[in-house]
């Protein structure tokens, strides 16, 4: 299976932060969508393909956590990507429960995002991904 343009869901309540994320891999070959809670997320999977989900802990009404067993049952086998400026071994501990690929400490640097996210789709789909470096 060859994916030539991944989709990739960020949600994150800092727009800000949502709109970094999508500079950072936009031009790396990645459409962003994106999502400013969990429920608009979920919502988004309905209508949308997407192939991998990024996802802040913190957020109004479900947590990336709640989010992302949710998107999972949905789309089995979704990868997800957690991240939290606050995190701690109980999030941690939750994000592995949930089967998350990965989970990272923000701030992220735009090397440790795009080479999880590249390392999580390969994972998940068997194949290389054709985004550009």
């Known amino acids: 299976m060859k994916i030539e343009r991944p989709a990739i869901l960020i ?3 800092d727009r800000e932060f949502r709109e970094t ?3 950072v891999l936009a031009p790396r070959g990645y459409d962003t969508l994106f ?4 429920e608009e997320a979920l919502s988004m999977l309905v209508d949308h393909e997407v192939h991998l989900l990024l996802l802040d802990y913190h957020m109004a009404r479900l947590t990336g956590v709640e989010t992302m067993r949710l998107a999972q049952r949905m789309r089995i086998g979704l990868p997800c990507v957690l991240l ?3 995190l701690d071994d109980e999030i941690r501990q939750q994000a592995k429960q949930a089967h998350a690929f ?4 923000k701030p992220v640097t735009g090397q440790q995002i795009t080479s999880t996210v590249k390392k999580a789709l390969a994972a998940a789909y068997g194949c290389k991904v054709e985004s550009r470096p």
């Open 21 to 23: 994320l999508g500079r």
């Open 102 to 105: 990965s989970v990272l400490s």
């Open 11 to 13: 949600t994150d309540d």
């Open 84 to 86: 939290s400026a606050e």
């Open 35 to 38: 999502a400013s809670n969990g």
